[in-house]
T-cell receptor, first 114, second 113 residues
Protein backbone atom coordinates (compact mmCIF):
# COMPACT_ATOMS: atom_id res chain seq x y z
CA UNK A 1 0.00 0.00 0.00
CA UNK A 2 1.25 3.47 -0.81
CA UNK A 3 1.19 5.96 1.96
CA UNK A 4 2.81 7.79 4.81
CA UNK A 5 3.81 5.83 7.89
CA UNK A 6 4.41 7.52 11.22
CA UNK A 7 5.82 5.77 14.25
CA UNK A 8 5.40 5.37 17.09
CA UNK A 9 1.71 6.16 17.50
CA UNK A 10 2.21 7.04 21.17
CA UNK A 11 5.40 8.30 22.75
CA UNK A 12 6.15 9.49 26.25
CA UNK A 13 8.99 11.88 26.99
CA UNK A 14 10.60 12.64 30.28
CA UNK A 15 11.70 16.13 31.14
CA UNK A 16 15.04 16.98 29.54
CA UNK A 17 14.89 14.13 27.04
CA UNK A 18 15.10 14.30 23.26
CA UNK A 19 12.75 12.07 21.28
CA UNK A 20 12.48 11.31 17.58
CA UNK A 21 9.31 10.74 15.59
CA UNK A 22 9.66 8.72 12.42
CA UNK A 23 7.98 9.51 9.10
CA UNK A 24 8.39 7.36 5.99
CA UNK A 25 6.57 7.70 2.66
CA UNK A 26 6.54 5.43 -0.37
CA UNK A 27 4.63 7.83 -2.62
CA UNK A 28 7.79 9.12 -4.31
CA UNK A 29 6.88 12.62 -3.15
CA UNK A 30 9.54 15.30 -3.17
CA UNK A 31 8.11 17.55 -0.46
CA UNK A 32 7.57 16.54 3.16
CA UNK A 33 6.19 18.45 6.13
CA UNK A 34 5.76 18.27 9.89
CA UNK A 35 2.76 19.85 11.59
CA UNK A 36 1.78 20.15 15.21
CA UNK A 37 -1.90 19.95 16.18
CA UNK A 38 -3.23 21.38 19.43
CA UNK A 39 -6.94 21.50 20.28
CA UNK A 40 -8.64 24.60 18.92
CA UNK A 41 -5.54 25.84 17.14
CA UNK A 42 -5.61 23.93 13.90
CA UNK A 43 -2.34 22.82 12.37
CA UNK A 44 0.91 24.70 12.70
CA UNK A 45 3.89 24.08 10.45
CA UNK A 46 7.11 23.06 12.19
CA UNK A 47 9.46 22.23 9.29
CA UNK A 48 9.22 21.37 5.65
CA UNK A 49 11.56 19.93 3.05
CA UNK A 50 11.28 20.34 -0.69
CA UNK A 51 14.15 18.06 -1.60
CA UNK A 52 16.71 15.72 -0.10
CA UNK A 53 19.31 17.40 2.09
CA UNK A 54 17.33 20.62 2.26
CA UNK A 55 14.73 21.78 4.78
CA UNK A 56 13.22 25.04 5.97
CA UNK A 57 11.79 26.27 9.26
CA UNK A 58 8.08 26.72 9.53
CA UNK A 59 6.14 28.89 11.94
CA UNK A 60 7.05 27.07 15.16
CA UNK A 61 10.48 25.48 14.59
CA UNK A 62 12.02 26.40 17.95
CA UNK A 63 12.82 23.31 20.00
CA UNK A 64 12.56 20.96 17.01
CA UNK A 65 15.05 19.59 14.49
CA UNK A 66 14.75 17.51 11.32
CA UNK A 67 16.88 15.76 8.72
CA UNK A 68 16.21 14.71 5.14
CA UNK A 69 18.94 12.26 4.16
CA UNK A 70 16.65 10.13 2.03
CA UNK A 71 13.71 11.10 -0.16
CA UNK A 72 11.34 8.79 1.68
CA UNK A 73 12.27 9.72 5.23
CA UNK A 74 11.80 12.90 7.27
CA UNK A 75 12.30 12.28 11.02
CA UNK A 76 11.44 14.94 13.58
CA UNK A 77 13.38 15.31 16.82
CA UNK A 78 11.67 17.06 19.70
CA UNK A 79 14.45 18.44 21.84
CA UNK A 80 14.50 19.35 25.51
CA UNK A 81 14.38 22.99 24.42
CA UNK A 82 10.74 22.53 23.41
CA UNK A 83 9.00 23.48 26.65
CA UNK A 84 5.51 22.36 25.81
CA UNK A 85 5.83 19.37 23.49
CA UNK A 86 2.64 17.53 24.41
CA UNK A 87 0.65 17.47 21.16
CA UNK A 88 -0.43 15.42 18.16
CA UNK A 89 2.21 15.48 15.41
CA UNK A 90 1.35 15.01 11.77
CA UNK A 91 3.72 14.24 8.94
CA UNK A 92 2.63 15.03 5.39
CA UNK A 93 3.93 14.98 1.85
CA UNK A 94 3.14 16.32 -1.60
CA UNK A 95 4.49 15.51 -5.05
CA UNK A 96 6.46 18.73 -5.19
CA UNK A 97 5.94 22.34 -4.39
CA UNK A 98 4.13 23.15 -7.61
CA UNK A 99 0.96 25.08 -7.10
CA UNK A 100 -2.19 23.20 -6.40
CA UNK A 101 -0.65 19.94 -5.29
CA UNK A 102 -2.59 18.05 -2.67
CA UNK A 103 -0.86 17.44 0.63
CA UNK A 104 -1.39 13.98 2.14
CA UNK A 105 -1.08 13.10 5.80
CA UNK A 106 0.11 10.21 7.91
CA UNK A 107 -1.91 8.85 10.84
CA UNK A 108 -0.17 11.02 13.41
CA UNK A 109 1.85 10.48 16.58
CA UNK A 110 0.90 11.48 20.10
CA UNK A 111 3.70 12.84 22.24
CA UNK A 112 3.15 13.26 25.96
CA UNK A 113 5.53 14.64 28.55
CA UNK A 114 5.57 12.65 31.77
CA UNK B 1 -1.66 38.34 6.05
CA UNK B 2 -2.80 35.10 4.47
CA UNK B 3 -5.49 33.32 6.44
CA UNK B 4 -8.23 30.75 6.34
CA UNK B 5 -11.15 31.08 8.73
CA UNK B 6 -13.74 28.59 9.85
CA UNK B 7 -16.22 30.70 11.79
CA UNK B 8 -18.06 27.82 13.48
CA UNK B 9 -16.38 25.63 16.07
CA UNK B 10 -19.22 23.12 15.85
CA UNK B 11 -22.09 22.38 13.53
CA UNK B 12 -24.98 20.11 14.48
CA UNK B 13 -27.28 18.64 11.87
CA UNK B 14 -29.89 15.91 11.84
CA UNK B 15 -29.21 12.78 9.83
CA UNK B 16 -30.67 13.09 6.33
CA UNK B 17 -30.60 16.88 6.36
CA UNK B 18 -28.24 18.90 4.19
CA UNK B 19 -25.08 20.12 5.85
CA UNK B 20 -22.83 23.12 5.31
CA UNK B 21 -19.46 23.78 6.91
CA UNK B 22 -18.24 27.30 6.29
CA UNK B 23 -14.81 28.52 5.21
CA UNK B 24 -13.59 31.95 4.18
CA UNK B 25 -10.13 32.77 2.94
CA UNK B 26 -7.73 35.61 2.52
CA UNK B 27 -5.07 34.24 0.17
CA UNK B 28 -3.25 36.35 -2.36
CA UNK B 29 -3.28 35.58 -6.04
CA UNK B 30 -5.25 32.65 -7.38
CA UNK B 31 -6.17 30.62 -4.33
CA UNK B 32 -5.91 26.88 -4.16
CA UNK B 33 -8.39 25.60 -1.58
CA UNK B 34 -8.81 22.23 0.08
CA UNK B 35 -11.07 20.38 2.49
CA UNK B 36 -9.92 17.60 4.79
CA UNK B 37 -11.69 15.42 7.33
CA UNK B 38 -10.18 14.06 10.54
CA UNK B 39 -11.60 11.24 12.60
CA UNK B 40 -10.54 10.85 16.25
CA UNK B 41 -6.92 9.94 16.72
CA UNK B 42 -6.29 9.82 12.97
CA UNK B 43 -4.54 11.88 10.33
CA UNK B 44 -6.30 14.22 7.92
CA UNK B 45 -7.99 12.69 4.89
CA UNK B 46 -8.28 14.67 1.67
CA UNK B 47 -11.85 15.34 0.51
CA UNK B 48 -11.62 17.78 -2.38
CA UNK B 49 -9.81 20.78 -3.79
CA UNK B 50 -10.39 23.81 -5.96
CA UNK B 51 -7.67 24.95 -8.33
CA UNK B 52 -9.46 26.63 -11.22
CA UNK B 53 -12.48 26.20 -13.44
CA UNK B 54 -15.92 25.12 -12.26
CA UNK B 55 -16.87 26.78 -9.01
CA UNK B 56 -18.62 23.64 -7.77
CA UNK B 57 -16.14 20.96 -6.84
CA UNK B 58 -17.19 17.39 -6.15
CA UNK B 59 -15.19 15.20 -3.83
CA UNK B 60 -15.16 12.01 -1.83
CA UNK B 61 -18.08 10.52 0.15
CA UNK B 62 -20.68 12.72 -1.55
CA UNK B 63 -19.17 16.00 -0.40
CA UNK B 64 -18.94 19.05 -2.59
CA UNK B 65 -17.75 22.61 -2.13
CA UNK B 66 -18.63 25.87 -3.78
CA UNK B 67 -15.95 28.43 -4.54
CA UNK B 68 -17.25 32.01 -4.39
CA UNK B 69 -14.66 34.57 -5.35
CA UNK B 70 -16.73 37.64 -4.52
CA UNK B 71 -17.44 36.38 -1.02
CA UNK B 72 -14.00 34.75 -0.65
CA UNK B 73 -15.70 31.60 0.56
CA UNK B 74 -15.32 27.87 0.00
CA UNK B 75 -18.12 26.21 1.93
CA UNK B 76 -18.32 22.43 2.20
CA UNK B 77 -21.71 20.87 1.54
CA UNK B 78 -23.47 17.54 1.44
CA UNK B 79 -27.11 17.06 0.42
CA UNK B 80 -27.89 14.40 3.03
CA UNK B 81 -25.82 13.97 6.19
CA UNK B 82 -24.89 10.61 7.68
CA UNK B 83 -24.05 9.88 11.31
CA UNK B 84 -20.71 8.58 10.03
CA UNK B 85 -19.93 12.08 8.70
CA UNK B 86 -19.42 13.22 12.30
CA UNK B 87 -15.80 14.33 12.46
CA UNK B 88 -13.50 17.36 12.49
CA UNK B 89 -13.30 19.22 9.18
CA UNK B 90 -10.45 21.46 8.09
CA UNK B 91 -10.36 23.99 5.31
CA UNK B 92 -6.94 24.87 3.89
CA UNK B 93 -5.52 27.32 1.41
CA UNK B 94 -2.31 27.26 -0.55
CA UNK B 95 -0.54 30.44 -1.49
CA UNK B 96 0.10 30.28 -5.21
CA UNK B 97 3.70 29.44 -6.08
CA UNK B 98 4.67 28.45 -2.54
CA UNK B 99 4.76 25.45 -0.26
CA UNK B 100 2.73 27.21 2.43
CA UNK B 101 -0.56 25.48 3.20
CA UNK B 102 -2.66 27.52 5.63
CA UNK B 103 -5.18 25.63 7.73
CA UNK B 104 -8.31 26.84 9.47
CA UNK B 105 -8.89 25.92 13.10
CA UNK B 106 -11.36 23.20 12.24
CA UNK B 107 -15.12 22.70 12.59
CA UNK B 108 -16.55 19.79 14.49
CA UNK B 109 -19.53 18.32 12.66
CA UNK B 110 -22.01 16.33 14.69
CA UNK B 111 -24.72 14.46 12.83
CA UNK B 112 -27.56 13.43 15.11
CA UNK B 113 -29.53 10.25 14.49
Amino acid sequence: DGGITQSPKYLFRKEGQNVTLSCEQNLNHDAMYWYRQDPGQGLRLIYYSQIVNDFQKGDIAEGYSVSREKKESFPLTVTSAQKNPTAFYLCASSIDRSSGNTIYFGEGSWLTVV
Amino acid sequence: AQSVAQPEDQVNVAEGNPLTVKCTYSVSGNPYLFWYVQYPNRGLQFLLKYITGDNLVKGSYGFEAEFNKSQTSFHLKKPSALVSDSALYFCAGLVSGTYKYIFGTGTRLKVLA
